[in-house]
């Protein structure tokens, strides 16, 4: 390659960036709901019942000050509940408000209008390489 050429974008930047764009659509649908960046895969981790808040860290590979400034943001907005574990009382677990319930199926849809904009294009077989391509996590261990 002469000093000349570029080196091609990697793909954990082409990767990073559709990230930042996908969040980006998701603000604006999801902001008339008060709901800000990463506040939504919360409440989805919550949608089949309450978990331990150190049980939703590791489903969404958050730590767990995050899931705590999460999560008090969340309860600040009607959306959560926080409430002691009957079993130990060391432990928070946190449970969707029916406030917070009602928010899923505009998430959902916002969720979808994205994923209708990547596969805009893409032919079956495209997508079908893409889903094998993301049907494990590449690299991921625990932090």
């Known amino acids: ?52 808040q150190e049980a939703l860290s590791q489903l969404l590979w958050v730590d767990k000050a995050n899931t705590a400034r999460a999560v008090a943001k969340l309860e600040a907005m009607g959306l959560v509940e926080r409430t002691r574990d009957h079993g ?3 432990l928070k677990r946190v449970e969707l408000t029916e406030r917070g319930r009602g928010l899923l199926k ?11 904009v990547l596969r805009e294009g893409l032919s079956e077989a495209e997508i079908a390489a893409l889903d094998r391509f993301f049907s494990f996590d590449k690299g991921k261990e625990a932090s």
């Open 1 to 52: 390659m002469s000093g000349a050429e570029a080196a091609p974008p990697l793909w954990g930047v082409k990767l990073a960036q559709l990230s930042k764009r996908g969040s980006q659509f998701l603000n604006e649908r999801l902001r008339l709901w008060g709901l800000g960046t990463g506040l939504h895969p919360y409440l989805l981790a919550l949608a089949d019942g309450g978990l331990h």
């Open 88 to 90: 130990d009382a060391r």
């Open 106 to 116: 505009p998430i959902q849809a916002a969720l979808e209008a994205w994923e209708a």
